[in-house]
């Protein structure tokens, strides 16, 4: 069974920074596709970030520049360095993580990001 716990986020100003991180256990973060996800109330979940088990990255056009999505094998963990932070930035952020069928099965808790503008 995977479990995704996640840290980190909070309330900070525009033009800052945060880092959010997701601790996984049940299985290596490095076997599969990590990514991060955001959501804003009354709006559908939107993809923020990826990274697959060859360390290859994708970005939302929006976080491209400002958003670096990492992995740390050793420690089974997977971050998000989130920079030059805007209002439209604020959402509730998840981590999730692929099953064998490629879609993203587990999820984490949510951290809420507030951006004050």
């Known amino acids: 069974q995977v479990h995704l716990v996640q840290s980190g986020g909070g309330l900070v100003r525009a033009g800052g920074s945060l880092t959010l991180t997701c601790e996984a256990s049940g299985r290596p973060v490095g076997s599969y596709t990590m990514g991060w996800f955001r959501q804003v109330p009354g709006q559908e979940r939107e993809f923020v970030a990826a990274i697959n088990s060859n360390s290859d990255t994708h970005y939302t056009e929006s976080v491209k520049g400002r958003f670096t999505i990492s992995r740390d094998d050793a420690k089974n963990t997977v971050y998000l360095q989130m920079n030059s932070l805007k209002f439209e930035d604020t959402a509730v952020y998840y981590c999730?993580?692929?099953?064998?069928?490629?879609?993203?099965?587990?999820w984490g808790q949510g951290t809420q990001v507030t951006v004050s503008s």
């Open positions: 999730a993580g692929t099953g064998t069928d490629y879609e993203y099965d587990y």
